[in-house]
């Protein structure tokens, strides 16, 4: 948090004012037996054990390689296992292939009637990494500047984490529960969803028809001052369509060029791709961001932001929004060239040439009807455009009217004071798509903070984490969990 420049004069309350914004001092306004958040009951000693727990977990776990492909997530499984066994907390671990595993606890209710369970979720597998692009290697889990470093700090072992301790802390605390509160560990998120649709075929049983599960995707940005940007909840993903483009021409040599060469063709092709401008769509979900979002903007950007559905159809705010990259996913479905690939060879014209693209599409919106739209705008007989897969899935979204979302209102309002809770449409692809058809109200929810800097450190070099944040976050998330699943005594 900003710790305010004030004149010498004036340095000893500008201390005291900058100490009781700290994240540590923000959940300690309210304590005694008015207090409306549980943590606030635990006394400090104890919330400081915690938090040094939370550091050593967190360190033990960066340090466990669990890169996907080949994933190896069992090395996960047995380090929750071995935690989860000595705190006396029911768990299963599932190895459903050589070295890939999902793992499963619960903590039962204690108080009747009992309400549908809440899940924590989260993945054990991260994605690649190259050590000599990294201030330290990505498994080594050291702490550098105050930051701990380790590949999954931002996605997501730093939250799973804060999901394992939140479940330890409710089960020390004896506090009495009106739900079953249910910890996941899951396999493969990171390239097919293999563990999580492992668990829905086999072990659906477990999730106890629940109503509520948190898993990743919330974003929660500071700003270079130290102030928090927004509370972004992710209620909701746009779903990937990836499309593999081939452009067919006569081959040769490379000295002897061919006008409608396979390499000529695609470029063409993916000329006019790149000049094709998606229809805008406005979601309820973005609808209600944006207004949210209105009152941190300039006031002209503002006023649009308000009344949304009226700027859509000015030209100037189109433009804007196509040029802006947080608008744009939100407001269109997109499409990105990632991928090409021709000739092996310099000095040869292949007679075939492709690229993959990425593309998201907006929840509600028809795949086939995308495609056939991008083939019209290709306009080549030469050229073809198909899906890489048929397991296309249509993207869903949560309600913003239930007991979680409300919780996770009040309880950011309270660390937090002054950042506006929104809700996000996440621009990836998370689980929760695979648990909303249950009847699950997923969300993304950060219990962290983190700089632009520390957020783009996802999938990218030197993932990290600060550890004032690793120290802080578990609590967040036990009074988020404890206000929809804990009865006060």
């Given at each position: 948090?900003?710790?305010?420049?004030?004149?010498?004069?004036?340095?000893?309350?500008?201390?005291?004012?900058?100490?009781?914004?700290?994240?540590?001092?923000?959940?300690?306004?309210?304590?005694?037996?008015?207090?409306?958040?549980?943590?606030?009951?635990?006394?400090?000693?104890?919330?400081?054990?915690?938090?040094?727990?939370?550091?050593?977990?967190?360190?033990?776990?960066?340090?466990?390689?669990?890169?996907?492909?080949?994933?190896?997530?069992?090395?996960?499984?047995?380090?929750?296992?071995?935690?989860?066994?000595?705190?006396?907390?029911?768990?299963?671990?599932?190895?459903?292939?050589?070295?890939?595993?999902?793992?499963?606890?619960?903590?039962?209710?204690?108080?009747?009637?009992?309400?549908?369970?809440i899940v924590l979720l989260n993945h054990m597998d991260v994605v690649t990494s190259d050590p000599s692009h990294w201030k330290v290697p990505p498994f080594s889990g050291?702490?550098?500047?105050?930051?701990?470093?380790?590949?999954?700090?931002?996605?997501?072992?730093?939250?799973?984490?804060?999901?394992?301790?939140?479940?330890?802390?409710?089960?020390?605390?004896?506090?009495?529960?009106?739900?079953?509160?249910?910890?996941?560990?899951?396999?493969?998120?990171?390239?097919?969803?293999?563990?999580?649709?492992?668990?829905?075929?086999?072990?659906?049983?477990?999730?106890?028809?629940?109503?509520?599960?948190?898993?990743?995707?919330?974003?929660?940005?500071?700003?270079?001052?130290?102030?928090?940007?927004?509370?972004?909840?992710?209620?909701?993903?746009?779903?990937?369509?990836?499309?593999?483009?081939?452009?067919?021409?006569?081959?040769?040599?490379?000295?002897?060029?061919?006008?409608?060469?396979?390499?000529?063709?695609?470029?063409?092709?993916?000329?006019?791709?790149?000049?094709?401008?998606?229809?805008?769509?406005?979601?309820?979900?973005?609808?209600?961001?944006?207004?949210?979002?209105?009152?941190?903007?300039?006031?002209?950007?503002?006023?649009?932001?308000?009344?949304?559905?009226?700027?859509?159809?000015?030209?100037?705010?189109?433009?804007?929004?196509?040029?802006?990259?947080?608008?744009?996913?939100?407001?269109?479905?997109?499409?990105?060239?990632?991928?090409?690939?021709?000739?092996?060879?310099?000095?040869?014209?292949?007679?075939?040439?492709?690229?993959?693209?990425?593309?998201?599409?907006?929840?509600?919106?028809?795949?086939?009807?995308?495609?056939?739209?991008?083939?019209?705008?290709?306009?080549?007989?030469?050229?073809?455009?198909?899906?890489?897969?048929?397991?296309?899935?249509?993207?869903?979204?949560?309600?913003?009217?239930?007991?979680?979302?409300?919780?996770?209102?009040?309880?950011?309002?309270?660390?937090?004071?002054?950042?506006?809770?929104?809700?996000?449409?996440?621009?990836?692809?998370?689980?929760?798509?695979?648990?909303?058809?249950?009847?699950?109200?997923?969300?993304?929810?950060?219990?962290?903070?983190?700089?632009?800097?520390?957020?783009?450190?996802?999938?990218?070099?030197?993932?990290?984490?600060?550890?004032?944040?690793?120290?802080?976050?578990f609590r967040v998330l036990y009074d988020v969990v404890t206000s929809v699943a804990a009865k006060k005594k």
């Open positions: 948090m900003p710790q305010g420049r004030w004149i010498a004069g004036c340095l000893a309350l500008a201390l005291v004012v900058a100490i009781s914004t700290l994240p540590e001092a923000a959940g300690q306004q309210k304590n005694g037996p008015e207090s409306t958040f549980l943590s606030d009951r635990i006394p400090a000693e104890r919330l400081n054990q915690y938090a040094d727990l939370a550091v050593q977990w967190s360190q033990e776990y960066f340090r466990i390689d669990t890169t996907n492909p080949p994933g190896n997530e069992m090395r996960g499984a047995v380090f929750f296992k071995k935690i989860l066994d000595a705190e006396g907390i029911e768990n299963q671990v599932f190895e459903y292939s050589p070295g890939r595993a999902d793992l499963w606890a619960r903590l039962r209710h204690t108080v009747e009637p009992a309400r549908r369970p050291e702490i550098v500047d105050g930051s701990l470093y380790g590949r999954g700090a931002q996605d997501m072992k730093d939250e799973a984490i804060a999901h394992l301790l939140v479940t330890v802390m409710l089960k020390r605390e004896t506090l009495p529960l009106d739900r079953d509160v249910i910890f996941l560990a899951v396999s493969d998120e990171e390239v097919d969803g293999a563990g999580t649709d492992w668990f829905i075929a086999h072990q659906r049983d477990l999730l106890g028809n629940a109503e509520f599960m948190i898993n990743e995707g919330g974003e929660n940005i500071r700003l270079a001052d130290g102030r928090l940007k927004y509370v972004g909840v992710d209620v909701g993903e746009k779903s990937p369509l990836w499309l593999h483009v081939v452009a067919h021409g006569q081959p040769g040599h490379g000295s002897r060029p061919i006008a409608d060469s396979a390499p000529n063709r695609l470029l063409a092709a993916l000329s006019r791709i790149r000049a094709y401008h998606p229809p805008i769509k406005l979601l309820p979900v973005v609808e209600e961001f944006l207004h949210e979002m209105a009152p941190s903007e300039r006031p002209a950007r503002a006023a649009q932001f308000r009344n949304v559905r009226r700027a859509i159809w000015e030209k100037n705010f189109q433009r804007e929004a196509e040029r802006d990259e947080m608008l744009n996913y939100m407001l269109h479905d997109t499409i990105s060239i990632t991928m090409l690939g021709g000739s092996e060879q310099t000095n040869v014209i292949p007679s075939e040439a492709w690229a993959n693209l990425d593309v998201r599409l907006l929840p509600g919106n028809d795949p086939k009807l995308f495609l056939e739209t991008i083939r019209r705008v290709v306009n080549d007989p030469n050229v073809t455009v198909e899906p890489q897969s048929s397991d296309f899935r249509t993207a869903n979204y949560a309600s913003t009217s239930t007991a979680l979302y409300a919780a996770i209102r009040r309880v950011s309002a309270h660390y937090f004071p002054g950042a506006p809770v929104a809700p996000m449409l996440n621009s990836g692809y998370n689980e929760n798509q695979r648990y909303r058809p249950l009847g699950i109200h997923a969300y993304g929810f950060n219990p962290h903070t983190a700089t632009q800097e520390e957020n783009d450190s996802e999938h990218a070099n030197d993932e990290r984490i600060r550890i004032e944040e690793v120290r802080h976050g």
